[in-house]
């Protein structure tokens, strides 16, 4: 079974607008890490945000948002006021305590086009 | 700025040839560090995890003999692809992550390299 799914192949949205971003995790391990990661087309994998199994708040980062719902296994990424330089593929990554693997397990992943 | 350093960013080389990419921690010290490749307009593909001072752990279906990973030192692991062929072209980058992030291991940051383009002609 996927780890981590990304149903959105591709998603456009227009500048200033809001838009988000799925993600749905499979574990039963009780403690583990959801990341969301940018990668514009330079390649370079960017950071956005972290959200903690344990943690009681969505976590938020600026422009970011994560709308957390632990009950459903769902980490949705909102990005606010999109602006063109948001315009990249965006990841989706879970890492798994229990299970000792220190390395990220990530979606597909999903390509974000703002449109002016 | 990056934390994490990745060279070379692009590379054109001969089949039969060896390629070395390497990846260094820039200000801090990493005792793992991660290899990922990536297929055009697909997600990363964990390779190997890298342990300073020890072999490197691959994942399933990654051939040793053909990617061998050196970490010797606290800031440096290398990913050396041994006799490429085409089929072995593809986006390779490495992460590391910083510690201090947190209590918990979940929280742990992994920050990424720029990734090397490899193409073997």
């Known amino acids: 079974a996927q780890k981590i799914t990304q149903t959105q192949p591709g998603m456009f949205v227009q500048e200033k607008e809001a838009v988000t971003l799925d993600c749905t995790y499979d574990t039963s391990d009780p403690s583990y890490g959801l990341f969301w990661y940018k990668q514009p087309s330079s390649g370079e994998m960017i950071f956005l945000i972290y959200q903690g199994s344990y943690d009681q708040q969505n976590a938020t980062e600026g422009r970011y948002s994560l709308n957390f719902q632990k009950a459903r296994k769902s980490a949705n990424l909102v990005i606010s006021a999109s602006q063109l330089g948001d315009s990249a593929m965006y990841f989706c990554a879970m890492r798994e305590v229990d299970t000792g693997r220190r390395a990220l397990t990530f979606g597909s992943g999903t390509r974000l086009q703002v449109q002016p | ?121």
């Not at chain 2, 934390?3 to 070395?20: D, F, M, N, R």
Request: hydrophobic share 35%.
């Open chain 2, 1 to 121: 700025g990056a934390v994490v350093s990745q060279h070379p960013s692009w590379v054109i080389c001969k089949s039969g040839t060896s390629v070395k990419i390497e990846c260094r921690s820039l200000d801090f010290q990493a005792t793992t560090m991660f290899w990922y490749r990536q297929f055009p307009k697909k997600s990363l593909m964990l390779m190997a995890t890298s342990n300073e001072g020890s072999k490197a752990t691959y994942e399933q279906g990654v051939e040793k003999d053909k990617f061998l990973i050196n970490h010797a030192s606290l800031t440096l692991s290398t990913l050396t692809v041994t006799s490429a062929h085409p089929e072995d072209s593809s986006f390779y980058i490495c992460s590391a992550t910083r510690p201090g992030q947190g209590a918990l291991q979940a929280k742990n940051i992994q920050y990424f390299g720029a990734g090397t383009r490899l193409s073997v002609l």
